[in-house]
Every structure is written in structure tokens, then in C-alpha cells.
T-cell receptor, first 113, second 114 residues
Framework: NAGVTQTPKFRVLKTGQSMTLLCAQD?????MYWYRQDPGMGLRLIHYSVGEGTTAKGEVPDGYNVSRLKKQNFLLGLESAAPSQTSVYFC????????????FGPGTRLLVL | DQQVKQNSPSLSVQEGRISILNCDYTNSMFDYFLWYKKYPAEGPTFLIS?????DKNEDGRFTVFLNKSAKHLSLHIVPSQPGDSAVYFCAASGAPGGYQKVTFGTGTKLQVIP
């Protein structure tokens, strides 16, 4: 049982490049989330999904797209990376009906030059 | 608009003493509150929670207090241990976003000095 895994762990991009961050969970959780963590800003919700095939915008969705084609995977895409997207990205999942525990992945550190 | 605020970015406490981490919120519709703990290079992990129908919840060395009228909650760690050194995030959920949508604070970095 790996929990929540994120790929890659670290990436450097040039401005304008694109990439996809992959999140996978093996706990059969319905809900999945993408957050970004920046100094002094805490964790801010980018997008989330309440089930396979559905996604919704969070607090800071601009510049990102997501897809949830399979229940266990949640992809975060950057079509044209900008330096403002330099951050640490965390994926999380939650069992429907469980108010408490979001399970987080280890994070992806992204540097956009 | 920061709906969940942790006004102290850092806190240092001697081992064995009490650590008190504070959190304020502005949205009166929040009715479920959580604390997460984060070590460097790891994702946050759930620590303890409290529902708005309670004013206290205890789990071992960790106690969370909720003052709804003041829109304030606090996390007490007694006694503090060096392994407690981490960043602590306060979080809140409930209407209107639903319990599946959680709003996090900015975090407080706790250092427990041996």
C-alpha cells in the first residue's frame, strides 16, 4: 500500500515549456486534490476532483489544467510554464464521507526559469 | 482574502514545556477544523481535528481547543518533544464548500529545543 505517490519529485522548466505532474493513490479514494505551497502562503488549492471524470476549480486555478480519467490518478498540467508557478506541489486524496484525513503525497518541487 | 490565519510564522519552545499554536478564522460557516503537521521534504500528515459542536478534543499529548464566538482555535502540545519540530497547518472545512474542500492557514514552524 503506497498511499499517495507523485511523479516527478523535482523538475526544472524554462518559461513557456509544458509539463504534467502525476498523482496516483491506491486507497480507492473518491476525492483528489492539487495544492501549491509557497513561502508565507500556506497550502492553496489549485483544482480538485470529487470523482472519476469530474474536476473543479480551487482557489488558484489559472495557468493549470487537470484531468481525472481514472479514479486512482489525478494529473496536473502546465501548458505554458511561468516563473510564478515555481512552487512545491502537493497532491492529496480523501475518502468520501471522511471529514478528517486528507492523505498527502511527498510533493513535487518545480522551478521555472 | 485569507480565511484561515496563523499569525505566528514561528515558535520556539524548550523540550518538556507546553507549545501553543494559534489559529483564527473569518468564515463563520466553517464547522470542522483540523491540524496537520509537516516535516521538511514530506507531505502534510493529519494530526487532530475538532467539530464545532465541541470545544475541546484530546489525543495523547495533543489537545485542540475551539472558541467559536472568537473564531479562534489553538493546538496545545504537552510535553513538547524535539520530534515535534515541524510546520503545523491549521485548516477548516464545512459549508459552503463542503467537507471535501479544506482551507489551510499559512503554517507555524515549531522548533522544540532539547
Amino acid at each position: 500500500n503506497a498511499g499517495v505517490t507523485q511523479t516527478p519529485k523535482f523538475r526544472v522548466l524554462k518559461t513557456g515549456q509544458s509539463m504534467t505532474l502525476l498523482c496516483a493513490q491506491d486507497m480507492n479514494h473518491e476525492y483528489m486534490y492539487w495544492y501549491r505551497q509557497d513561502p508565507g502562503m500556506g497550502l492553496r488549492l489549485i483544482h480538485y476532483s470529487v470523482g472519476e471524470g469530474t474536476t473543479a476549480k480551487g482557489e488558484v486555478p489559472d495557468g493549470y489544467n487537470v484531468s481525472r480519467l481514472k479514479k486512482q490518478n489525478f494529473l496536473l498540467g502546465l501548458e505554458s510554464a511561468a516563473p510564478s508557478q515555481t512552487s512545491v506541489y502537493f497532491c492529496a486524496s480523501l475518502l468520501a464521507g471522511d471529514q478528517e484525513t486528507q492523505y498527502f503525497g511527498p510533493g513535487t518541487r518545480l522551478l521555472v526559469l | 482574502d485569507q480565511q484561515v490565519k496563523q499569525n505566528s510564522p514561528s515558535l520556539s519552545v524548550q523540550e518538556g514545556r507546553i507549545s501553543i499554536l494559534n489559529c483564527d478564522y473569518t468564515n463563520s460557516m466553517f464547522d470542522y477544523f483540523l491540524w496537520y503537521k509537516k516535516y521538511p521534504a514530506e507531505g502534510p500528515t493529519f494530526l487532530i481535528s475538532i467539530s464545532s459542536i465541541k470545544d475541546k478534543n484530546e489525543d495523547g499529548r495533543f489537545t485542540v481547543f475551539l472558541n467559536k464566538s472568537a473564531k479562534h482555535l489553538s493546538l496545545h502540545i504537552v510535553p513538547s518533544q524535539p520530534g515535534d519540530s515541524a510546520v503545523y497547518f491549521c485548516a477548516a472545512s464545512g459549508a459552503p464548500g463542503g467537507y471535501q474542500k479544506v482551507t489551510f492557514g499559512t503554517g507555524t514552524k515549531l522548533q522544540v529545543i532539547p
